[in-house]
Nanobody, 120 residues
Framework: QVQVVESGGGLVQPGGSLRLSCVAS????????MGWYRQAPGKQRELVAI???????NYAESVKGRFTISGDNARNTAYLQMNSLKPEDTAVYYC??????????????WGQGTQVTVAS
């Protein structure tokens, strides 16, 4: 059984910062990548940032220069540092892990999401 759990969301004023954390736990053999996605009301889920176990990263254009993704392979953890937040960053943020377990190779696992609201 694998669990992916996000934390760190909340309410922040425009221009502020938040740090999201994501921990994958269970019978994990290896991690290919961990990523952050977001979904605003009435919109499709979109990629925010992704990091591979080798440390390669990719970002949505809308967050480049403001958000930074990092990972800790030893702790099966990924972080998303969000600076200079804007109201349009308001969304539910989901963590996704592409993980190999004892019974499944490169499976896609999602967390339940954490709400980020940017408002004054």
């Amino acid at each position: 059984q694998v669990q992916v759990v996000e934390s760190g969301g909340g309410l922040v004023q425009p221009g502020g910062s938040l740090r999201l954390s994501c921990v994958a736990s269970g019978t994990i053999v290896s991690i290919y990548s961990m990523g952050w996605y977001r979904q605003a009301p009435g919109k499709q889920r979109e990629l925010v940032a992704i990091i591979t176990s080798a440390g390669n990263t990719n970002y949505a254009e809308s967050v480049k220069g403001r958000f930074t993704i990092s990972g800790d392979n030893a702790r099966n953890t990924a972080y998303l540092q969000m600076n200079s937040l804007k109201p349009e960053d308001t969304a539910v943020y989901y963590c996704q892990g592409i993980l190999t377990t004892m019974t499944r190779a490169n499976g896609n696992y999602w967390g339940q999401g954490t709400q980020v609201t940017v408002a004054s």
